[in-house]
């Protein structure tokens, strides 16, 4: 889940192959669009009748938008590592393990997933300071407990650190967990 993230672009130019996937095309346009290169796209049916695959003039990065859930190893094989800032913690219940699985089935062998995602106490919505305009959640809480209930056996989940943001809950200070998923080799 790529988003917009000018991180992409820093990589492939340092020589890495980079693959994107998100569900947002307008995040993929802008990311392109102040990329400076070209792009091509074509469909990519595997991820559902409307989704797309865009790909770097140069071939070293490929974007998919299309349902997160139909990714597979399939299609780009599997990844040493993976990242994923503010995407994974728009699921819970049956579909943040669905993910998880997903996350688990692309990761190849000793490779590694870096996480961030919010971890708040779902108490604070309560609060009357909030006036929050939006159905909140999503973003749900992203747990120590349910990383490793997600994860485990297969993986190693290790919380990096803690780490506040005030970017969430209408400027409120709210708790980020960095987790490392290590799979086992």
């Not at 000018?6 to 995040?27: H, S």
């Not at 094989?77 to 219940?93: E, L, P, R, V």
């Not at 000793?110 to 929050?132: C, T």
Request: include cysteine; proline fraction near 5%.
């Amino acid at each position: 889940m790529c988003g917009k993230t000018v991180d992409m672009n820093w990589l492939a130019d340092r020589g890495l192959q980079v693959v994107g996937l998100d569900i947002a095309l307008e995040a993929l346009v802008q990311f392109m669009t102040d990329s400076g290169h070209n792009w091509s796209a074509q469909a990519a049916p595997k991820l559902g009748p409307t989704a797309k695959l865009f790909t770097r003039d140069d071939g070293k990065i490929k974007l998919y938008c299309g349902d997160a859930f139909n990714f597979s190893s399939a299609l780009e094989g599997q990844f040493d590592a993976i990242y994923d800032c503010d995407g994974f913690h728009s699921f819970t219940g049956s579909l943040f393990q669905n993910m998880a699985n997903v996350m688990k089935e692309v990761l190849a062998p000793g490779g590694r997933f870096l996480l961030d995602a919010v971890n708040y106490d779902p108490k604070m919505l309560e609060r009357d300071d909030l006036n929050i305009e939006a159905a909140i959640p999503p973003p749900y809480p992203v747990t120590v407990e349910a990383m490793r209930n997600a994860f485990e056996p297969e993986c190693e989940v290790e919380l990096l650190e803690t780490h506040i943001e005030t970017k969430v809950f209408c400027l409120t200070e709210t708790p980020f967990n960095a987790y490392l998923v290590k799979k086992q080799e």
